[in-house]
């Protein structure tokens, strides 16, 4: 959530940065305008109450001199004091419904874009930062999609899972099973060695958790709700793991604080119907392991690089091309001020595509989420700020690995780092 300190103050330099966004789509003026009327009646309030006190003072004070208690001088004051408390107790209403309509506003509006986030309307815009593995990039130009592959070799099954469940869902047999246990194990050994705690978080979560990380109310349609509880099929482990600490106030000597987890993620996918309706790129259910850190403001630029590379890691242990893009301020995902794509090639479609989206979110989901640190000899509190990544998703890693390790006579080649995992199994 953005400061309203922030916005009353530099309107113009807020509006201006949220323009990078997508000039026309936000408007702070409703704010502005609400946080007026807020502030006056508070302004009022806080006058009527001031007089409340007052009065109560006066009558003590007479009766203590020794003035009847039902003196008409006395009595007057009374009068006076309930006609102001009932004057009070109808404001009290006013200014919270403001203050409730102030904050539906400002949860509606993005983080705002880095100073050094690229400009741009659109990821036709976002600016390659490097490449890596183009050795590796295989040149055998018979690859099968992995889709068609999976199916071949008996691991990936499409149709029964559709029986099950229904479209965008799979169910993975035998050694492709247990290629992606494989995959996830090695992921979170990798990122435990690299300094990440690992947790097994709750995968039910509530609207507080999902209002704070920035999927409510905006993208309420993306996630699937249990409508008998407030509880949701979580989008991401970053959800959960950010709202571990939601509402604390940590010392500054518990940062960085660095987590990691492996959980199913669930989404609807709205609004990419006839995108990618085959295979393992865009499933309402796929499992990833999320790495999120919560930081000191001053460290935040340094460890989002950081995380960037603890990602990419994986992908260079396993040889898998890939390339960084930086996200322009048209792309940018909602909570992020600043954000790197990790794109893996896919050589059946001669394409990079997203296997990882690595974002500072600065103290956005902090604010909304109340999270701060106490810094020693400094006065208040202080927002952390919060970052996180894929590290990373397992389906489309699987996808990679069929794709890229796939062999002219039908099999496919397991990663060399991966045959421990797999009881020493080099093929599929």
């Known amino acids: 959530m953005l400061d309203l300190k922030q916005i009353r103050e530099n309107p113009q330099s807020v509006q201006e940065r949220l323009e990078k966004r997508g000039a026309g789509q936000y408007d702070l003026q409703p704010i502005l305008d609400l946080n ?60 919270k419904e403001l203050k409730a309509e102030i904050e539906a506003l400002l949860l509606s509006l993005p983080n705002l874009p880095s100073p050094s986030t690229p400009l741009g309307q659109s990821e036709a815009e976002n600016v390659e930062v490097r490449r890596w593995g183009d050795e590796y990039i295989p040149q055998n130009d018979k690859i099968l999609p992995h889709w068609e592959i999976g199916e071949t070799l008996g691991i990936l099954n499409f149709e029964r899972a559709v029986k099950v469940a229904q479209s965008r869902f799979v169910s993975l047999i035998g050694v492709g099973a247990a290629l992606e246990r494989a995959l996830i194990s090695f992921m979170l050994d990798r990122q435990i060695a690299a300094g990440y705690v690992e947790v097994i978080p709750p995968i039910l979560i509530n609207s507080r958790s999902l209002t704070a990380t920035g999927q ?47 959980t199913p993620c669930f989404r609807r996918e709205a609004g990419s119907y006839g995108r990618d309706t085959k295979g393992l790129i865009r499933l309402h259910q796929f499992n990833k392991v999320e790495l999120v850190k919560l930081v000191h403001p001053s460290t935040s630029e340094a460890e989002h690089e950081k995380l960037v590379e603890d990602a990419a890691a994986i992908l260079e242990a396993l040889k898998l091309p890939y390339r960084v893009i930086e996200l322009c301020t048209g792309d940018l995902g909602f909570s992020a001020t600043k954000c790197y794509d990790l794109e893996v090639w896919l050589p059946s479609s001669g394409k990079y595509r997203e296997i990882s989206s690595c974002s500072n979110c600065g103290d956005f989901q902090a604010r909304r989420g109340s999270l701060r640190f106490k810094e020693t000899g400094k006065k208040g509190t202080q927002f952390v700020h919060t970052l996180n990544g894929s590290g990373l998703a397992i389906g489309r890693t699987l996808s990679a690995i069929l794709e890229n390790y796939q062999q002219p006579n039908g099999t496919v080649k397991i990663p060399e780092v991966l045959h421990s995992y797999m009881g020493g199994r080099e093929v599929l």
């Open 36 to 95: 007026q009327r807020q502030r006056e009646l508070e302004t009022s309030r806080s006058r009527l109450q001031a007089r409340s006190n007052e009065i109560g003072k006066l009558i003590g004070q007479k009766i203590k001199a020794g003035s009847p208690p039902d003196a008409p001088e006395t009595q007057q004051l009374r009068e006076e004091g309930n006609q102001v408390k009932t004057q009070i107790s109808e404001l009290e209403p006013q200014e």
């Open 216 to 262: 409510l109310p905006k993208f309420a349609e993306e996630s699937f709700k249990c409508d008998s509880d407030d509880l949701w099929l979580s989008p991401t482990a970053e959800v959960p793991l950010t709202n571990l600490y939601r509402d604390e106030i940590l010392d500054v000597s518990q940062l960085p604080i660095y987590h990691c987890a492996y």
